[in-house]
């Protein structure tokens, strides 16, 4: 059973076409569908100096043939090398970079997106250039000979980042039945000396995956500019419907990353750099469509709290963690990861079974309480806030998340500003059915990655030393069964949460030359306290400056390090009381 809190309600009006969006929002917005059934997002902001667009295509690495990894990354490069219209390798990249823009594009999972910046005056021309990569890309042998090399350089610049290695461990060991185990970055053995080996023309297996992937009915264009709507709508609509509506699907992965035999295991990595890390990592059933719910994100609160009686607030009193985020940013058609991540001391790598003992009991506890409504309402009131008061982006990244959420979402016209952000629905049923699944340990896998750990097997693209052993028995059945931690609570009112978002400050005529000026409110022989009344933005925020005045600070080596010690003690310390701020 489902409450929902009304969106204009929570402060947010429609438009003419019914989309939802901030009453500060300056912005206007449009969506339409081409004739070739391809979607557009347009965005009038008549203060931008710069325009942006972004193309989103529902097709990523998880479309990558199996004997191609990479592949999908390796077309989002080639669409930048030329098309019959701009045969030029680098003209898209010189164009922009000679009007005081730039480009780029990533591939992802299940997507591909392709986004720029330029000066406003530029940006009809540059929308007519990045349509001709949907329309008529050259995909020369030349080029695509040279590109391999970029792409390896790519790759070999993830080599040693612990991110990457980390990820691509976890994708090398999923279930061969799901998508989620391919290497999506490719490297010049992938694309070349192995495909050869394996008797496979790389270049024919690219324009076929361009011809089965690339279609108008599975992008979404979006386009910020300065101009009116009317404008940027015929712009769309002269430069994109050329692009040709194939009637491709959109593929949909079904099942799960991990099969059960590969839960309720301990995966230990050898990392590069000194960061000590335990990831534990649950996959639940995927919302993603239903962006109105969110669970996920209820549970990545709860969790993730840093205030008194947190998981982070215990291990940090036990000197084994300094941070912990709980819950992930993204959620697939058919699953969604629920990661609880922890930066260790080196004393908290010796307790990583205690530590998941205090994880399970705060996951027993938060389900005997079930859901809560109030913290639910108050989380929703706070995101809404900050959606209301939100700071506009740069054009370029307005216009890429607006068309990946708009694709990722299959959101619909109403939500095309705020769909994703904004979960206005109480779904404590689908709350408890995810507690189920994170109760049981048997659906857990547990990671943890440490320089000095090392492992049996290597990953064969990164080279990255692990091993994997099943969980012990004994302990799964100990972390159902824990007894309560007084040490843990759920977290509690948000004492900082504001209820009347009036302007506070010194009455001023607005005309004086005072009003500009920050004005002492109060003094005494130990300070000077100053305040200053934003009456440029208008917005329900405060910021806090305080500054020591001392000699001692930097008048030594040894003082200098001891003053930015003290300064993380004091900032560690206050963490639990600020966190709700």
């Given amino acids: 059973m489902h409450f ?13 076409q019914g989309i939802y969006h901030s009453p500060h929002d300056t912005n206007h917005y449009r969506v339409l569908t081409l004739p070739n059934t ?30 191609l990894p990479g592949l999908a990354h390796f077309c989002e490069h080639m669409l930048f090398l030329g098309t019959e219209k701009y045969p030029e390798e680098n003209g898209y990249a010189a164009f922009l970079s000679a009007h005081g823009g730039s480009h780029n594009a990533y591939t992802a999972q299940d997507n591909t997106t392709y986004f720029f910046e330029v000066q406003q005056e530029h940006l009809e021309h540059t929308l007519d250039r990045l349509a001709q990569f949907f329309i008529a890309p050259l995909f020369t042998e030349s080029a695509t ?17 612990d991110a990457w290695r980390f990820s691509q461990i976890q994708q090398h060991l999923g279930s061969r039945d799901h998508p989620y185990h391919k290497y999506g970055t490719g490297n010049a053995e992938t694309l070349g000396k192995d495909a050869v080996a394996a008797g496979i023309d790389t270049r024919a297996a690219l324009l076929k995956f361009y011809q089965d992937h690339y279609s108008a009915n599975k992008m979404v264009l979006t386009i910020l500019g300065r101009e009116d709507l009317d404008t940027l709508q015929k712009w769309a609509e002269d430069k994109f419907s050329a692009v040709q509506n194939r009637n ?5 992965f079904n099942g799960k990353p991990f099969t059960p035999d590969q839960m309720a295991t301990r995966l230990q990595v050898q990392c590069v750099m000194d960061g000590i890390s335990m990831v534990l990592s649950w996959y639940l059933p995927s919302n993603l469509k239903q962006h109105q719910t969110s669970p996920g994100s209820y549970l990545g609160h709860m969790i993730g709290h840093e ?18 985020m709980a819950g992930s940013p993204e959620a697939f058609a058919d699953f969604e990861p629920m990661p609880i991540t922890i930066g260790l001391t080196p004393e908290g790598l010796d307790h990583v079974n205690d530590i998941v003992a205090i994880i399970y009991q705060y996951i027993h506890m938060l389900s005997e309480a079930g859901p809560e409504q109030w913290t639910w309402e108050e989380s929703l009131r706070l995101n809404a806030l900050s959606a209301l008061y939100l700071e506009k982006g740069s054009p370029s990244a ?10 990722r979402l299959a959101l619909s016209d109403e939500w095309v500003v705020l769909g994703g952000g904004i979960p206005n629905q109480f779904d404590p049923d689908t709350i408890r059915s995810h507690l189920s699944i994170l ?24 080279g990255t030393r692990y091993s994997v052993q099943p969980i012990a028995p004994e302990l799964l059945k100990m972390w159902i069964s824990l ?4 040490d843990l609570s759920l977290p509690h009112v948000n004492p900082f949460a504001p209820t009347d978002l009036s302007l506070k400050g010194p009455v001023v005529p607005r005309n004086s030359l005072a009003f500009d000026l920050p004005t002492v409110v109060e003094e005494n022989a130990q300070m000077k306290i100053w305040h200053k009344l934003d009456t440029s933005f208008n917005v329900p925020k405060a910021s806090i400056f305080m500054n020591v005045c001392t000699p001692l600070a930097y008048s030594s080596p040894e003082n200098h390090i001891m003053t930015f010690l003290f300064v993380e003690l004091v900032k560690s310390s206050l963490n639990e009381y600020t966190y709700d701020a």
């Fill in 4 to 16: 929902e809190i009304g969106m204009c309600e929570l402060g947010f009006v429609r438009n003419g």
């Fill in 38 to 67: 391809m979607r557009v997002v347009l965005i009038s902001d008549p203060a931008t100096q710069q325009a942006g667009g972004a193309v989103t295509v529902m097709a990523g690495y998880w479309s990558d043939p199996e004997e």
């Fill in 145 to 161: 000979a040279r590109e391999m090399l970029a792409i390896d350089s790519e790759n070999n610049n993830n080599l040693q980042q």
């Fill in 248 to 252: 491709c699907k959109v593929q949909v």
């Fill in 307 to 324: 205030g008194p009686g947190s998981i982070l607030a215990l291990l940090k009193k036990k000197g084994w963690a300094n941070f912990l």
């Fill in 398 to 407: 307005t216009a890429m998340s607006t068309s990946q959420r708009v694709a």
């Fill in 439 to 462: 109760s049981d340990p048997a659906n857990m896998r547990l990671a943890v990655q440490a320089p000095n750990l090392t492992g049996d097997s290597v990953e064969p693209f990164y």
């Fill in 483 to 486: 007894p309560k931690n007084p």
